[in-house]
């Protein structure tokens, strides 16, 4: 879930040292299948890039569905529309295809993006010599793209020895996937691996632990009255809910542990009313499920007692992802992954941030997961975003050969 998702540890950092995978010899025909599909992979990233489909935007997520079934249909694969368990949600992607191997590989990826109807216009796809552009280049529509590709080239190659491979592609990841939880707990039972499609961190990183994402939501109400005539009258929302504020300067704002960020305010109806009505929205990220209790007294606890007298505070939680730790199976994929990238003669790194994903879902489902294979880029959630265009080819052969190897030899389950 991106976020504007900073890394908050280098490869160095994340995993302690350990020697390097012997490396996987390349394999000239994926290199030169992945190659071959560059151009038409860029083009279908251009189309639905330029195509919003912002969290919510029903008839946008309607629109990227639109031009992915049917290129998913032409792969051999079964698509299934699923509707969204929450309110306001384009329906979810589940395509399937059946091999005559053993490994059941479940891929994930999302559509949604955090932007505004109307921002495509304003930024569409761009491309130059280093980078790709755009709203939802990286963050995740690369992602959902380079997945199709992989299987493009499966059935370019006449590969077929995994047991089924399952392509999630979710409409509500960046709302903590409430559209989507359900179906991801029933695909994971019939998954030996997961593989998510978020983007890769700069330079070159897979993403081998998360931070869990929760939200706090501190609400007031207070009285209404003329601020001009009567403002005695009044108790004033606003005012008792800055002082509610007060319970979360003892958190840090930024760091690889525990977050706690103000994201949003409200209060008031018109300029000259005192406000009946405030809230705020706090985000919580956590490396350590105990830490969401931690914020959670704390701001339970400041609701006892109001600066502004006759204000009622009343405190909502929604959670989203749990954190995805550091963990043996998720670095035993990741070896793998090392070891292919290293056929190519490249290196990659591990690390972390603070964006929260469905690979913490899968791990604590018992199914090893891997998280951050998509194109690398950076600057999600802004204007900046962007892919790294030299990461492109990389990326899908990476991913391919991945999917191959856990076909041919699924890892065991997380006991």
Known sequence: MRRTAMILAAAVLSTPAVAAPKPVAKD????????????????????VVNIDSGTGDVAGG???????VPRLEALGMTVEKVAAEAPGL????VARLKGSGKGRILLIAHLDTVFEPGTAAKRPFKMTDE?????GVGDEKGGVVQGIYAIQILKDLGFKDFGQITFLIETSEERGSPGTRKLIDTLLKDADAELNLEPGDPPDVLTVWRKGSNSFYIDVKGRPA????????GRNA???????????????????????????????????????????AINVRVRDKADIEKVGHALETGAKTTVIPDTKVTIRR??????????AATDALADRA????????????????????????????????????????????????????????????????LIMELGKAPPPRIK
């Open 226 to 233: 003329h601020a001009g005539i009567a403002p005695q009258d």
């Open 28 to 47: 000239a025909k994926v290199w030169s299948a992945a190659e071959k599909v560059r151009p038409d992979q860029l083009k279908l990233l251009e189309q």
């Open 238 to 280: 606003a005012l008792e809910l800055i002082h509610q504020l007060e319970s979360i300067r003892q958190f840090p704002t930024s760091g690889d542990g525990l977050t706690v960020n103000l994201t949003l305010m409200s209060a008031g109806a018109r300029y000259n009313i005192i406000p009946e009505d405030a809230s705020a």
């Open 318 to 327: 929604e959670a989203s992802f749990p954190p995805l730790p550091n963990n």
């Open 131 to 135: 980078r790709l552009t755009g709203p």
């Open 90 to 93: 384009p329906e979810n992607l």
């Open 338 to 401: 090392e070891a292919i990238y290293a056929g190519l003669g490249m290196k990659i790194g591990r690390g972390g941030n603070g964006g929260a994903s469905e690979s913490a879902l899968a791990n604590e489902a018992g199914v090893p997961a891997l998280d951050g294979l998509g194109p690398v880029g950076g600057k999600f959630h802004s204007e900046e975003e962007y892919v790294d265009l030299k990461s492109v080819t990389p990326r899908l052969y990476l991913f391919t050969k």
């Open 62 to 68: 309607r629109k990227v569905a639109d031009v992915l």
